[in-house]
């Protein structure tokens, strides 16, 4: 089930290749079907006049024939009588003599449906064939008599070819001799049109199957270079994220010795001198009292007391920017407040906190976000800035929460050859990016110096109302 979630699951790579691809073969199939669609129109429009020009040609051929026909024998025709049968018989003649090509002849039918003529078909002849139709059901002999009645016409039908035998579809024009009332004619076997027509489609299939082929092949070469591209892309990707990995692993640990060093230091500079000092003032008090100078004792008791009363404080202080548990507690607005009243008690730097009641609370790691950039920044003035007055201020808005701390010193410095900011304020930027948040620092030397890092986040990282447990709890964001 696991393997089948995995597969199922596609990788960041994997939706790069398919937000590439999917786009890319639905445009492809797009066009092929609209190629095709529009060839296939064109060329069955192409195919239809041919196969009307081809028809016209035959019929015209047609026309001719039965014209020639006319003219051979209306010399008799034209002055005999309708019971003239030797006529007749000189006009049935010179017809059954007009045979042309491999297949082509004369036929005549009487209006009752009689053969009289059929130079090739002989077993035709003297049968009456009224009600004949084709394999198609259409009407042959019938409508001979119907268009020759009506003067002259086309008929197309089945009829079986006398080299073969075999059915074949034909053209045949018909003229009415009404005098005599037969109907005269010739027909032309138009299965060569047919076969063009057919070779014409096919060949129309074969140029659109091609085009199918050529297109499925440009979209597999461009499918192709997409994935090139995108492996090119993701290789060059990794490489840079397993350096940027590096490069941030490093830094988190320089990080890691840089506050276990500012740790150490602290515990050397600071408790462990003031326990040196109980540790003196508690042998000094022993070695009085093992002397009898009882009442001397108390001095260095006194002192030792004293020392440890400040040794707590300081383990205190070391646990509270470690992790101040009055941002747990109360929330960030007094733990910044606590962090800018100590800030000023230990640097003698004035020092001005103000604050707007939120309405709605600060997640946690907005909340511990926004207490490490103040803590960061006041270090910084601290250490750098040289500034006689700071100002910190956290309020809400409509576009979120922003953290100001500005000061009076002497701007941050930009010495030839930095490559850029500091750890802090790197540190700074960092926290701030991952919580879709934006840093500004601005900075100034001269008369009026002095610098301004304000971190804004944004609304998503405001908790609704409903959330909040009571008015106590919205004050504390």
């Known amino acids: 089930m696991k393997r089948l979630?995995?597969?199922?699951?596609?990788?960041y790579g994997q939706k790069l290749f398919l937000l590439a691809s999917v786009p890319l073969l639905l445009a492809a199939a797009a066009i092929s079907i609209l190629v095709a669609s529009q060839a296939r129109q064109l060329a069955e429009s192409e195919i239809r006049a041919l196969e009307h020009k081809l028809l016209e040609a035959k019929k015209a051929e047609l026309r001719n024939y039965v014209t020639q026909a006319r003219n051979a024998f209306y010399f008799i025709y034209g002055p005999a009588a309708p019971d003239d049968d030797r006529s007749k018989e000189r006009v049935l003649q010179i017809l059954a003599a007009m045979i042309y090509g491999d297949e082509g002849f004369f036929f005549v039918y009487d209006y009752d449906g009689t053969n009289l003529v059929s130079p090739r078909q002989t077993e035709f002849i003297n049968h009456n064939w009224t009600g004949l139709s084709d394999s198609e059901g259409t009407p042959i002999v019938d409508a001979f008599i119907n268009i020759a009645r009506q003067g002259a016409g086309w008929h197309e039908h089945l009829w079986p070819k006398p080299s073969t035998g075999q059915e074949a579809r034909m053209v045949t024009y018909v003229l009415g001799l009404q005098d005599w009332q037969w109907a005269v004619g010739t027909g032309v076997f138009i299965d060569d049109v047919l076969a063009q027509v057919a070779a014409s489609r096919a060949e129309v299939e074969s140029r659109v199957r091609r085009t199918?082929?050529?297109?499925?092949?440009?979209?597999?070469?461009?499918?192709?270079?997409?994935?090139?591209?995108?492996?090119?892309?993701?290789?060059?990707?990794?490489?840079?994220?397993?350096?940027?990995?590096?490069?941030?692993?490093?830094?988190?640990?320089?990080?890691?010795?840089?506050?276990?060093g500012r740790v150490a230091r602290e515990l050397h500079d600071g408790i462990s001198q003031?326990?040196?000092g109980v540790r003196y003032a508690l042998d000094d008090a022993r070695r009085r009292l093992n002397r009898g100078e009882h009442g001397e004792a108390q001095a260095p008791l006194?002192?030792?007391?004293?020392?440890?009363?400040?040794?707590?404080?300081?383990?205190?202080?070391?646990?509270?920017?470690?992790?101040?548990?009055?941002?747990?507690?109360?929330?960030?607005g007094p733990a910044i407040k606590a962090l800018a009243d100590d800030f000023a008690a230990r640097t003698g730097i004035a020092t001005e906190f103000t604050t707007v009641v939120f309405r709605n609370r600060l997640d946690q790691e907005a909340k511990i976000a926004l207490y490490r950039i103040a803590q960061e920044a006041l270090t910084n003035v601290e250490r750098h800035s040289g500034a006689t007055r700071v100002d910190v201020d956290l309020r809400g808005h409509k576009k979120g929460a922003t953290?100001?701390?500005?000061?009076?010193?002497?701007?941050?410095?930009?010495?030839?050859?930095?490559?850029?900011?500091?750890?802090?304020?790197?540190?700074?930027q960092e926290r701030i990016e991952q919580l879709d948040g934006t840093l500004r620092i601005l900075s100034s030397r001269g008369a009026q110096s002095g610098t301004v890092i304000e971190a804004t986040l944004p609304l998503s990282h405001l908790l609704p109302p409903e959330e909040a447990a009571s008015p106590k709890m919205e004050a504390q964001a």
């Open 274 to 276: 003031i326990l040196v």
């Open 212 to 260: 199918f082929y050529y297109i499925i092949a440009i979209t597999l070469a461009a499918l192709l270079l997409v994935f090139s591209s995108g492996m090119v892309v993701n290789i060059r990707e990794r490489r840079l994220a397993d350096a940027k990995l590096k490069k941030l692993t490093q830094r988190v640990f320089d990080a890691q010795e840089e506050e276990r």
């Open 5 to 11: 979630r995995a597969l199922l699951t596609p990788s």
């Open 302 to 332: 006194d002192k030792g007391i004293e020392h440890l009363g400040s040794a707590i404080s300081e383990v205190r202080r070391i646990s509270r920017d470690l992790r101040p548990g009055v941002l747990d507690d109360l929330g960030l």
């Open 403 to 428: 953290l100001r701390v500005s000061d009076n010193g002497h701007g941050l410095p930009a010495p030839p050859g930095r490559a850029g900011p500091g750890i802090g304020l790197r540190n700074m």
